[in-house]
């Protein structure tokens, strides 16, 4: 029986399509998981989409992952490049982790250009604005096909 995929997206995610439209486009948040709805119903996955502003909380939702959910999307937003309890909570985890970042940071700030999630992620994918979030449900998909196919 296969398991919904976990969206994560960490602090002030919840503005999204309210400030910094250039950088992040004009949709909001509902939008966006409503996209990744959208894509996991035609690949034949489903997904279940949180946010939270607290690290905590993060932490925990990427432990109730572990057995949960088949693969986790995150987007963990100023904690990519601070956070090694997430960091940690994702090594954890067996299923297939994508990292997503709607700007590319690397053509950002040099803080920005570290992330602390990397080494957990089994891929990364940024700078598709937010239609990076569906095209990541999509590659989830392949990874979790690609996994069956092993198995
Ligand atoms: O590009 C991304 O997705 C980021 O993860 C977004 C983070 C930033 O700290 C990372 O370097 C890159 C910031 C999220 C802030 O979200 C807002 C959304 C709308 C309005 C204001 C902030």
């Not at 956070?83 to 709607?102: F, G, M």
Request: proline fraction near 5%; hydrophobic fraction near 40%; include cysteine.
């Amino acid at each position: 029986m296969s398991k919904p995929v976990l969206v994560l997206n960490g602090p002030n995610l919840n503005l999204l399509g309210t400030r910094e439209p250039h950088i992040y486009g004009s949709n909001t948040l509902k939008e966006v998981e409503a996209m990744c709805a959208r894509k996991a119903k035609e690949v034949g996955l489903t997904v279940e989409c949180r946010q939270s502003n607290h690290e905590g909380q993060l932490v925990e939702w990427i432990h109730e992952a572990i057995g949960g959910f088949d693969g986790i999307i995150i987007n963990p937003a100023a904690y990519t490049h601070t956070s090694v309890a997430i960091l940690d909570a994702l090594k954890n985890v067996k299923a297939p982790i994508i990292e997503l970042h709607i700007s590319n940071p690397h053509q950002r700030e040099e803080f920005r250009h570290r992330s602390f999630v990397t080494p957990a992620a089994t891929a990364t994918m940024c700078g598709f604005g937010v239609a990076g979030y569906p095209l990541a449900v999509e590659a989830m998909a392949g990874l979790l096909e690609a996994r069956k196919a092993k198995a």
